[in-house]
């Protein structure tokens, strides 16, 4: 199939590009627009706590008002608020509802401080556009009149609240991007011309990935349209290190084929068949793992990840198909030329660190297996301190923007869970109007929960059928206090409600508590669904039921080293008081899926070996010696381009960057290099079972058979040495 796919587009390489070129434009066209939406409600199903609390305050209660934006003020000098400046504020207030701003419904004041030194307006927007980008503009106009209003006073005016956090989100994500996409390319770039020493090279890919990337997110877009899912700025950021890295890893993949069948003495076009023909299959393998890996986020109950998990799964896929139609085209026209002007891509370059790194597997697996192992074991002992943080708002943007800003502030003038409430809903069961008289003492017991600063009755229906407690927690919403807080006020809530009444809580605790819960369905889910799916790949690929136990397992191992070191550095080290709640589930299927591509090139190889007649453990050390630069090279591009997400500037990508950098440098240089071959070598033939992948086809294959083999695949392996040989 691979060969037909390579004649096809090597022999017609114009039309190839012309097609892609096509459908890149129709595609960039017509695609919908991706908003972003960084309202965590969003991101739960209806069923959860809650949302059904939610969606009863807009029934019972549409006319409730629930600032959106917030502005808060305070004395240029940090002093008291005088008489006059109140009069300012009033000023303010009374001329933002003159405005008629897009979206905005009220303007009303809000309460001073208790220490005299901040006020509030309180602004509320339509309910309906609740974290899109409509209301990020109206949030951009407050902020700018609020400031020129107050020029000429002795305030300063900051505006906070969800659509400013939504504001401040899009800036900072667009910021992201250009510092990711430029560190990407830059690394991209850097690492191929020391590889190949050719600018064409260089550059090449950096442009093919970048027409891939236009489709993809056109792709991507109109997945999401079409499946109703919820979209998030930070994805962006992440499929474009996706694309550039798993793209150039395939890029590597065929070039360095097409390097081989040159020097074998092929035609030019017949090298690139050649290329596609041996490599397609490892290609259209590696990428099968990873979409399948994503995939499974479908599974997920936030509606976050079931985007991600499908985009990703899109991006990876366009690359794949780019992989083996676009780059044989454009290569394949452009010829040997590729190479310029270094003529070392003729020549054979010697390799001998890899080849003592394999003597060393070879003369002491045993030893190998548990040095490396110690060394994952020991990193995943930071599992145990993981703490998760579920303010998404926060967690995308620097603690320096304004909304930020705000919310610390609101944090210490106010009552830390004042700027954002509980609310218990108790309602009726026979549509019949409450007993009044029941208020006070629910009241009382609500506000008598450990971890409750007040809780008093706010509000009734005009039916009387459902009441509002609004309960203010002695924490800010997204803290791990907090939401064991809200915790027992449902409890309370639930079991306290009178004969003929229920009770639902909502507000953000609540929010985040169901969060909570639904990550830990997720864990019970994604996790095992993943882990079978690539098994089961491993399996088919191997004809083994035994090494896809030992491979899987060797990957959860790095998984756990993985999330062990993030909690040690941005935890311990930097003080965070936890790690963003997704972050585990997105690092286990990056480091499970590329983990195991590397495992593969790695037992493939061996497989090779075994199969030339050597033993369990020469085959290991011949393994090391030739795939070692092959996963190197791979393995420091792509940490490398995710490790670029850490120039971001917000927790979330800052931590997802290192964790799935770190991932990936322990999957190609711990366990695909050491860990892996050396469990291999001490299983012997075993790991074969019930197949027999590793036994010589003819007797003293290895001696007759290996010389051709050894010296295509020596031209082919050494120039990924990423320590700067010549390739």
Do not use: C
């Amino acid at each position: 199939m691979f060969r037909r796919i390579g004649n096809a587009v090597v022999r017609h390489p114009i039309w190839t590009i012309v097609a892609w070129l096509i459908a890149a434009v129709a595609i960039v066209a017509t695609a919908p627009s991706l908003p972003s939406n960084s309202d965590e409600s969003s991101f739960l199903p209806k069923s959860y706590e809650s949302i059904k609390a939610a969606d009863l305050q807009q029934k019972a209660f549409p006319s409730a008002f629930t600032p959106s934006a917030i502005a808060l003020y305070q004395r240029t000098d940090g002093g008291k608020l005088t008489a006059a400046d109140q009069k300012d504020v009033a000023r303010i207030t009374t001329e933002l509802g003159k405005k008629h701003i897009d979206q905005v419904q009220k303007v009303v004041p809000g309460p001073p401080s208790k220490d005299g030194k901040y006020t509030m307006t309180l602004v509320q927007m339509d309910s309906k556009n609740a974290g899109q980008p409509k209301q990020a503009d109206a949030a951009k106009e407050l902020r700018e009149q609020a400031k020129e209003l107050a020029k000429g006073t002795h305030l300063d005016v900051k505006l906070g609240g969800s659509a400013a956090q939504a504001l401040d989100q899009q800036d900072s994500s667009k910021r992201g991007e250009a510092l990711i996409g430029i560190g990407t390319f830059v690394i991209i770039l850097v690492t191929l011309l020391i590889i190949f020493r050719a600018p064409i090279l260089a550059v090449l890919p950096l442009v093919l990935i970048g027409l891939v990337s236009a489709v993809a997110n056109g792709l991507i877009a109109y997945a999401t349209k079409l499946f109703g899912l919820q979209a998030n700025s930070s994805i962006s950021s992440i499929l474009i290190v996706v694309l550039f890295g798993v793209g150039t890893d395939y890029f590597l993949f065929l070039i360095f084929r097409y390097r081989e069948s040159l020097r074998a003495g092929d035609e030019p076009k017949q090298a690139m068949i050649n290329a596609v023909d041996r490599v397609g299959e490892a290609i259209a393998s590696a990428a099968g793992a990873v979409i399948i890996a994503f995939l499974a986020l479908v599974l997920s109950t936030l509606g976050f990840l079931k985007q991600m998990g499908p985009a990703l799964a899109i991006a990876v896929g366009a690359t794949l198909v780019a992989g083996l139609t676009l780059i044989p085209a454009v290569v394949s026209l452009i010829g040997p030329k590729v190479f310029w002007p270094s003529k070392s891509w003729q020549k054979e370059p010697q390799n001998a660190r890899f080849a003592a790194l394999g003597r060393g597997v070879q003369r002491r697996p045993a030893l190998t297996a548990i040095v490396s192992g110690l060394v994952l074991l020991v990193l995943s002992i930071g599992t145990l301190g993981y703490k998760a943080t579920f303010d998404l708002a926060s967690g995308s943007m620097p603690k320096t923007k304004e909304s930020m800003v705000v919310q610390d502030e609101m944090q210490t003038a106010y009552s830390a869970g004042a700027a954002a409430p509980t609310d218990v809903y108790l309602s009726s069961t026979d549509g019949k109007q409450l007993d009044g008289s029941r208020f006070k003492e629910y009241a009382r017991k609500l506000g008598e929960v450990d971890g409750v600063a007040s809780a008093r009755m706010t509000q009734l229906n005009k039916e009387g059928t459902t009441a509002d407690f609004t309960v203010t927690l002695k924490y800010e919403a997204s803290t791990d206090k907090a939401i064991d807080a809200v915790g027992r006020v449902r409890d309370v809530a639930h079991s306290a409600a009178p004969d003929g009444t229920e009770a639902v809580v909502g507000g953000m605790s609540s929010i985040y508590k169901d969060i909570d819960a639904a990550v830990n369905h997720d864990y019970r889910t994604v996790f095992p669904v993943a882990a079978l799916l690539i098994m089961i790949i491993l399996g088919l690929l191997l004809r083994s039921v035994v090494a896809p136990w030992y491979l899987i397992a060797s990957v959860g191992l790095g998984f756990g080293a993985t999330l062990g070191a993030t909690v040690w550095i941005f935890q311990d080290a930097q003080g965070h008081s936890g790690l963003m709640f997704m972050l585990p589930v997105i690092m286990y299927l990056f480091v499970v899926a590329i983990g195991t591509d590397y495992n593969i090139l790695m037992i493939a190889r061996l497989r090779e070996e075994a199969r030339e007649g050597r033993n369990p453990r020469e085959a290991a050390g011949m393994a090391l010696r030739h795939a070692g630069p092959t996963v190197a090279a791979a393995g420091f591009i792509l940490a490398a381009t995710f490790a670029t997400m850490m120039l971001a500037g917000n927790s979330l990508l800052s931590e997802m960057g290192f964790a799935v950098s770190f991932g990936i440098v322990v999957a190609a240089f711990v366990m695909a290099m050491f860990f892996t071959p050396s469990l291999t070598a001490l299983i012997g033939h075993a790991a074969w079972w019930p197949g027999h992948g590793d036994r010589a086809k003819t007797p003293g294959a290895g001696a007759a058979g290996s010389g051709t083999v050894r010296h295509a695949e020596d031209r082919d392996t050494t120039a990924h040495d990423p320590a700067g040989r010549r390739g």
